[in-house]
């Protein structure tokens, strides 16, 4: 009765879990990431009746074990995968148009990053990733709509390096046996494939990640600029010297950002809508 019962769980409701418990204020969300070894940072859920203590007990645990804390409020994706969200599938995205997955990983380890999106979804595996995106296509029906390729390659048992390869082949290495499936997607298109150039590649990659970061400050999943900052440089690597996402943003120019999500808008939809928070910083 007096234990904290905690979950890993990358996308479940927290506090829906704490329903059937007869104390639900002593349950809270210790949200690793993978790998659970090398990755910093550990999310610490608020469910809506989890207590002081509880949380204060999972943030000493996470201390404990070398990691850094970030309390987050309960809600889907928490912080971190909902801002991966849009960034995977995006890549996704770029992948069955025709670009291939070493020129967007290339892209992404030339920004900064530690590993490329299409790395990151073999290492998460696509079972996950499907999954998880689901949750978030629940919450956002309109800007988080899952690519084809997670499902496709889910189906296929592509799964990534838990199956011995996705997208790359056995420990990251050549082709792996979701080129397959990836093939298969684009010539279903129907329609020519094009390789998109390292600025485009940036452009619909990193815009909607400030974007959403900034909607996660916005709906009050983290207290301030300084959460996100430490919460993605350590869950996601976006590159530790740029001072974290708002600096990154800062520097890049809100106003460019937001400029260049509205043109995206215009050529892709609504998944690149700029919220309303983002443009009123713009505007300041």
Do not use: W
Not at 73 to 96: K, M, Q, T, W
Not at 102 to 122: H, Q, T, V
Not at 202 to 227: F, S, T
């Amino acid at each position: 009765p007096n234990a904290v019962l905690a979950t890993n769980t990358s996308s479940l409701s927290v506090t829906k879990m704490a329903e059937a418990v007869p104390q639900p204020e002593r349950v809270v969300g210790i949200h690793f990431f993978n790998p659970p070894e090398k990755m910093p940072l550990v999310e610490v859920i608020r469910g809506k009746l989890t207590n002081d203590a509880a949380v204060a007990t999972a943030c000493r645990l996470a201390i404990k074990l070398g990691k850094f804390p970030v309390v987050v409020s309960d809600a889907p994706g928490f912080l971190v995968n909902r801002c991966l969200a849009p960034y995977v599938n995006e890549a996704a995205r770029l992948l069955l148009e025709g670009t291939a997955p070493e020129a967007i990983d290339a892209a992404m380890l030339d920004f900064g990053m530690p590993m490329g999106p299409c790395r990151l979804l073999d290492e998460i595996g696509f079972d996950v990733a499907t999954k998880v995106s689901a949750v978030m296509h629940e919450a956002f029906p309109q800007r988080m709509v899952p690519c084809e390729l997670f499902a496709a390659m889910s189906a296929a048992k592509a799964l990534g390096q838990k199956t011995g390869g996705g997208l790359y082949g056995k420990d990251g290495k050549g082709d792996g046996p979701g080129r397959k499936v990836l093939a298969e997607l684009r010539s279903m298109r129907g329609t020519p494939g094009r390789e998109a150039g390292r600025s485009e590649i940036l452009h619909r990659l990193i815009y909607p990640l400030v974007d959403e970061a900034y909607r996660c400050l916005d709906d009050g999943i983290v207290q301030g600029e300084q959460d996100l900052d430490l919460g993605l440089v350590m869950g996601i690597g976006f590159p530790p010297f740029t001072g974290g996402i708002t600096q990154y943003a800062k520097r890049e120019g809100l106003t460019q950002i937001v400029a260049g999500l509205d043109e995206l808008a215009r050529a892709h939809g609504v998944r690149f809508a700029v919220s309303d928070g983002l443009r009123k910083r713009a505007v300041v």
